[in-house]
């Protein structure tokens, strides 16, 4: 007899039974035979098993203590890492406050427990953003030429996703950065180190500082500081669940209180948390010595007739130490009253149902988990198209298969928002979801539509489908040659190669997409409004550049930056000025060479950058159809005519020019060259011109 699959599913749907059963019966299993043991050693691993209870909490409590303080240091180093990078690398000048104020101010968004990113001036001038809580933010200033003796003040409201000006205000200050010790320790160090601070430009709040040196160009800028206040440690402290009545505190080395719980305290509410406990805690530091401030260390200590755990360990920060205070009969009490009651009334039972349980986990359980187990691989590798649905007589494992063919089906929805190749390309690289990156060589594409303002203005929504097919056409471009897409900006599409996946030849994958975008859109047939065919502008770079996780830990994109994805954004505006569709930089050039036709157009100093380099104009791929001897010709002739002009042959150069002209009819580089050349002939440049010109536009 042939049974319907769908019946058969149905049918086992109706056989389900609740899995609390099959749990329970396992559990009760475990108890009797528990029970039995106990009945021969409880008097003897009473007291173990109660201390053991104690060092679970305690370990459990440590391990979020040590990974919430490790948090805050990185956070601080990040920080303090982050600004001087932007410093260093002069992308950021000490002076230029909208920016300087832009910096910090994202710092202190980006990164939950910092208070403070400050800067002081050697001239004793003094700068820093400040958090007010979680809802409202300040930056001050106190200057020695304007407004001295007074603090500028401006504050802001945090919004969702954004922060506000809420007021601007000027009141007198008497705080000097100069008298500082993380000041006046950071003008003469070499590195950064931490300090603790008591007095800031707001008052006495107890803190520690991570400060250090600024430099530009071998010249100290000033010191800069990230700055954490206690109140966010004992925020945290009161988040943690030290058994009913117990507590934690951080304590230094000399038995002064860092933190208490206090869900209360921030910026602008100091800590007042319940130290009843403490002097439990500093006890515990006078007997344990100089061992209790370099290893774990715990004891059993008495006050006022009760028996508590103390416990101390070393925090990641230098000479803290967290203590933590349980009250012993928390976790004995229970233990004897619980453990008498299962052997007394369980120890009949435990055999019979040890056999059961095991025989009902294999059959019920173990086998269907298994499966599930499977299902949930798929997913790992993003491989959803494999998940399958699993009947089950268990209730909540059939729910639970389920929930993820549901799951599925769900992400598979997002594939077109999240590429599945880079997903699983990431997933084999063993990148974690958190932010983080490294520097590499890669190669990055910029592309837009020519005169799409416009455009997107004369269509209004009209322009969606347009603008959904051109990004159509170059994405599938983009990923048939080994691309990774990295983001849409309206009409812009960003794309680098050579990672997640390493590509040795990622710069001539690189061209080869943009010479397959161009193409693939001049037989697209997209025109705009008024018939013509759209046309797109392509800028490409390669170098060394950050690839990874970049963002918070909230929101992450993996991404690249760095100077080289810059100057690649400048090339792609480039072509506006030589008329050009694909400009390259001499990098890629170099890595390409020998894959494509190029030929040199100009050295230009792009927007934001003073010194010059070589950029390209992308022709065709070697041994391409569009590419013959004609074409190489009239590049030689450009070329020849480059060389004449930087060496201010100029009327050789112009003359050579002139001759590609002839043999192209239209070519905005050359007619550019000729116009520079005539110009020159004509007023000969002085002996500081340099043949690079400098773009003044983004």
């Not at 149905?10 to 019966?25: K, N, P």
């Not at 909208?98 to 403070?116: G, M, P």
């Not at 007997?287 to 209790?292: N, R, S, T, W």
């Not at 120890?347 to 499966?371: D, K």
Request: charged share 25%.
């Amino acid at each position: 007899m042939k049974v319907d699959p769908e019946r058969r599913l149905h049918a086992l749907a109706g056989l389900t039974v609740s899995i609390r059963l099959a749990v329970s019966a396992l559990v009760l299993a475990a108890i009797l035979l528990t029970a039995a043991l106990s009945s021969l050693l409880w008097w003897r691993t009473a007291e173990a098993t109660s201390r053991q209870l104690a060092a679970t909490i305690n370990e459990q409590i440590v391990a979020a203590v040590r990974k919430e303080v490790s948090a805050i240091v990185d956070e601080a180093r990040a920080a303090h890492t982050a600004i001087r990078t932007l410093f260093l690398q002069n992308v950021l000048d000490t002076r230029e406050a909208d920016k300087r104020e832009f910096v910090f101010l994202s710092q202190l968004q980006s990164q939950a427990t910092i208070s403070w990113v400050a800067f002081g001036w050697p001239d004793g001038s003094f700068f820093a953003a400040h958090k007010l809580g979680d809802r409202r933010l300040e930056m001050m200033e106190i200057s020695l030429t304007d407004h001295p003796g007074q603090r500028r003040v401006d504050e802001y409201d945090v919004v969702p996703g954004d922060i506000e000006f809420a007021n601007r205000r000027f009141e007198p200050s008497g705080f000097h950065v100069a008298d500082q010790a993380w000041f006046k320790a950071g003008l003469t160090a070499d590195e950064p180190q931490w300090f603790r601070v008591m007095d800031h430009a707001t008052g006495e709040r107890p803190s520690i500082a991570f400060a250090g040196p600024i430099d530009v160009y071998q010249e100290r800028q000033g010191v800069l500081a990230v700055i954490i206040e206690y109140t966010r440690l004992a925020r945290f402290l009161s988040q943690l669940e030290v058994g009913r009545t117990g507590t934690a505190f951080i304590v230094d080395g000399s038995g002064e209180l860092v933190a208490a719980p206090d869900k209360e305290a921030d910026e602008l509410h100091p800590a007042r948390g319940d130290t009843t406990l403490l002097p439990l805690a500093r006890a515990a530091l006078d007997k344990a010595g100089e061992d209790g401030r370099k290893e774990a260390w715990r004891s059993r200590l008495t006050s006022g007739g009760a028996a508590y755990e103390v416990a101390l360990t070393p925090l990641p920060f230098p000479g803290w130490s967290l203590a933590t205070v349980i009250p012993e009969a928390e976790f004995l009490g229970p233990v004897e009253t619980t453990l008498h009651r299962l052997i007394l009334g369980l120890a009949i039972g435990a055999v019979l149902a040890a056999l059961a349980s095991a025989m009902l986990a294999r059959s019920v359980i173990a086998a269907p988990l298994s499966r599930v187990v499977g299902e949930l691989r798929h997913v790992e590798s993003f491989a959803l198209e494999q998940v399958r649905r699993h009947p089950s007589r268990l209730e909540e494992i059939a729910s639970l298969s389920g929930a993820i063919a549901e799951m599925a089906a769900g992400l598979s929805a997002f594939r077109k928002f999240i590429p599945a190749d880079l997903v699983r390309g990431l997933l084999r690289q063993g990148v974690e979801a958190k932010p983080g990156g490294s520097v590499q060589e890669l190669s990055v594409m910029f592309i837009d539509i020519a005169g799409f303002t416009g455009l997107s203005e004369r269509l209004g929504d009209r322009v969606v489908p347009l603008l959904s097919r051109y990004l159509d056409v170059t994405s599938e471009i983009i990923v048939a040659n080994g691309g990774t897409i990295d983001k849409f900006i309206g009409d812009a599409v960003m794309a680098f190669w050579g990672a997640p996946q390493p590509q040795g030849d990622h710069a001539a994958r690189c061209c080869r997409a943009a010479l397959a975008c161009r193409r693939a859109i001049e037989e697209s047939g997209l025109a705009d409004d008024l018939g013509q065919p759209i046309q797109i502008r392509i800028g490409i770079n390669s170098g060394r550049m950050l690839v990874g996780n970049i963002g918070s830990e909230l929101r992450l994109n993996y991404t690249v930056i760095g100077d080289a994805v810059n100057v690649a954004s400048r090339l792609e505006g480039a072509n506006k000025v030589y008329g050009t569709q694909i400009l390259i930089g001499e990098a890629t050039e170099r890595l390409a060479r020998g894959a494509v036709v190029t030929r040199e157009v100009d050295s230009i100093a792009v927007y934001g950058r003073e010194e010059g380099f070589s950029v390209y104009e992308l022709i065709g791929i070697v041994d391409g159809d569009a590419i013959d001897g004609e074409a190489i010709g009239w590049i030689a002739d450009y070329e020849r005519g480059l060389a004449s002009y930087r060496a201010r042959r100029f009327a050789d150069a112009l003359a050579d020019f002139e001759v590609v002209l002839k043999r192209r009819g239209h070519d905005r580089p050359a007619e550019l060259m000729r116009e520079r050349c005539r110009q020159l002939a004509a007023a000969a440049p002085d002996v500081a011109w340099h043949a690079v010109a400098a773009l003044t536009s983004k």
